[in-house]
């Protein structure tokens, strides 16, 4: 029988006043995908740090290839082949791709000097055995996210390692990237190397993972084979809830409110080439797409970001002449952006001042800021959408990725009185949060909001909106209400489409 690469027993960590492991065991075998769930606090970093070397359990004892070790520290866990590639990514941006690859393992040449030509062959290998084309010369900072996780993957490959644990990779990739990534995961299953993969997307889990271990509060739940599992079940041992309790229900009748936010025939670019639709007050309208369809482009030139080369863009039936950030704000349009901590968020700041941050007109006398009343306002939305921490004044960096975007949804729920737009508002958070979130987004369109969310989550799409808007190749493709959503007619509209326009580019 196969030894495994690494086995937990019994683990224990206690902070003051929290016991974040209670007696978890945790096993991984050589070429075994192995997922790790749980919600935030579920214990799934404290324990991804013990494996890395980043924290010494209080209790419990930890055997890496059948013997048993107590690591001092993540250089050295690295060192015997452990690689943790967090989501934050750990690179430097001002060195080159091949610097970063080799930064531990740089080759010599004569007299013991560091060779630059073996430095850049052999991280030009490692990026060719990942099947992707990145100039190893160029500098790290210049690189797409995407491009830059793979320069991580790399740079613990040339470590020959036995154990790789993914913290939510898929964060801040999508669409090919991720098919990319999964295919360079199979790969290393094949070459016997053992992985721990943390993602909050359940799809993703189905897709790639042999075995899933669930935490919650600390403590394990469950080990089964994937084949084992069900979204459902699994969901259910996370937070408790059976999955028809996930999403809030859907009115019964097709809303008949005003029209609110009218976008007709909208151009911009070559990626949105033709895109009409419509939100009424109190509907949630999602648009779906594959990655590249044109969705958040369509958002951003409605919020006024992106130009808008040819079309209209009214709000109630007024057109929008002048299309800036400003003016949509002005008329009573919020905007939660996808990527909340490099446009959404100012992490050095306090929640309350992130809360108040459109409307700072509110909280000035004669150009001077009045933190009382910031902090009224603030007390009172951190109380509305339950955002946990401890004041108001903490600082929004120091929050759990659900806690950031439940402050992002509270700013733009106080503004927006006619239109939000909400362009992937789950993404990075976990069950739990999802659950509280998607009720903010039913309980603002039930108090007649027009709720335009974009989502890659099909899941999300169909549990959450009362009609879809799909996107292909910078086109509307189709729209689906009632009981014609469903996951297979979102997809069918959204790839045939896709499949479509590839021919037709082709020819």
């Given at each position: ?15 003051p ?26 214990g ?72 630059p ?15 992707v ?105 996370m937070?408790?809830?059976?999955l ?30 033709d ?133 992002l949804i ?70 689906l ?27």
């Amino acid at each position: 029988m196969a030894v495994p690469v690494i086995r937990l027993t019994a683990i224990e960590k206690v902070y003051p006043g929290v016991k974040s492991l209670d007696r978890v065991d945790f096993t991984v075998m050589p070429g075994e995908i192995h997922a790790l769930l749980g919600e935030n606090g579920a214990g799934k970093s404290t324990l991804t740090a013990v494996i890395g070397g980043a924290v010494t359990p209080n209790a419990g004892t930890i055997e890496y290839l059948g013997r048993p070790v107590a690591w001092r520290s993540p250089k050295e866990a690295q060192a015997a082949g452990i690689h943790v590639i967090h989501q934050e990514l750990a690179l430097f941006p001002e060195l080159t791709v091949a610097e970063n690859i080799l930064l531990t393992e740089q080759p010599r040449g004569l007299f013991g000097l560091i060779s630059p030509r073996a430095r850049l062959r052999v991280a030009e290998e490692a990026l060719n055995g990942l099947g992707v084309s990145i100039d190893a010369s160029a500098r790290v900072g210049d690189l797409t996210l995407a491009d830059q996780q793979m320069v991580e993957i790399a740079k613990a490959l040339v470590g020959q390692p036995r154990l790789l644990v993914f913290d939510e990779p898929t964060a801040v990739i999508a669409g090919r990237e991720v098919d990319l990534l999964f295919e360079n995961m199979r790969k290393m299953r094949g070459l016997g190397i053992g992985i721990v993969y943390i993602s909050h997307r359940l799809d993703e889990i189905f897709e790639v993972a042999d075995k899933v271990t669930i935490l919650k509060d600390g403590r394990l739940v469950a080990t089964q084979p994937i084949e084992d599992l069900t979204r459902d079940s699994m969901i259910n041992m996370m937070v408790g809830r059976r999955l028809e309790q996930i999403y809030p229900p859907r009115p019964s009748e097709p809303s008949k409110g005003r029209v609110v936010l009218s976008v007709d025939r909208l151009k911009l670019g070559h990626r949105v080439k033709d895109v009409s639709l419509e939100v009424r007050a109190g509907e949630v309208v999602a648009i779906a797409g594959m990655v590249g369809s044109g969705r958040t482009e369509v958002a951003e030139a409605v919020f006024g970001e992106r130009p808008v080369e040819g079309g209209a863009i009214s709000i109630e039936g007024e057109p929008m002449s002048r299309c800036s950030p400003r003016e949509s704000i002005r008329r009573g349009i919020g905007f939660l952006t996808e990527d909340r901590k490099d446009k959404g968020l100012f992490l050095g700041l306090s929640i309350a001042s992130n809360i108040v941050a459109p409307a700072l007109g509110e909280v000035t006398n004669n150009g001077l800021l009045n933190k009382a009343k910031e902090l009224e306002i603030a007390q009172k939305q951190v109380s509305d959408f339950s955002i946990a921490a401890p004041s108001p004044l903490t600082r929004v960096g120091a929050l759990s990725g659900g806690n950031q975007q439940k402050v992002l949804i509270s700013r733009w729920a106080r503004i927006a009185d006619r239109a939000l737009i909400l362009d992937e508002p789950t993404r990075g958070v976990d069950v739990g949060a999802k659950v509280e979130i998607y009720r903010m987004i039913r309980a603002l369109a039930d108090r007649g909001i027009a709720v335009l969310m974009i989502s890659s989550e099909l899941a999300e799409v169909v549990g959450l909106a009362d009609r879809v808007v799909v996107m292909a190749q910078g086109r509307v493709s189709g729209e689906l209400a009632g009981a014609d959503v469903n996951e297979e007619s979102v997809m069918r509209l959204a790839v045939i489409a896709e499949q479509r326009g590839d021919a037709e580019a082709r020819e």
